[in-house]
C-alpha cells in the first residue's frame, strides 16, 4: 500500500454495477466483499477495490479520514 493508492480511493468512481459514479472509498463492506468472493476485476480498478476491501475488513477505513478532509 501506498500513499498516492489511498488517494486514489477517494478520486476514483465505479464505473459500472450498482454503485457507478460512487467514490471507491465510499462502497458498502458487503460490495467489496462480494468480489473479495468472485474475483476483482484486473488492472488498476481491481487493485483499488482489494485495498478498499482490506482496510474496510480490518476496520482501517479511518485512514482515509485525514486526506478526505485534505480534499
Known amino acids: 500500500m501506498n ?3 489511498l488517494e486514489l480511493l477517494l478520486i476514483r468512481e465505479m ?3 450498482k454503485y457507478k459514479g460512487r467514490l471507491i472509498a465510499d462502497l458498502p463492506g458487503q460490495y467489496l466483499n462480494w468480489f473479495a468472493r468472485e474475483g476483482f476485476p484486473p488492472g488498476e480498478l481491481g487493485q483499488l477495490l ?3 476491501h482490506e482496510l474496510d475488513h480490518n476496520g482501517l477505513s479511518s485512514l482515509l479520514d485525514p486526506l478526505r478532509e485534505r480534499k
Open 3 to 5: 500513499h498516492t493508492h
Open 50 to 52: 482489494a485495498l478498499m
Open 15 to 17: 464505473p459500472f454495477g
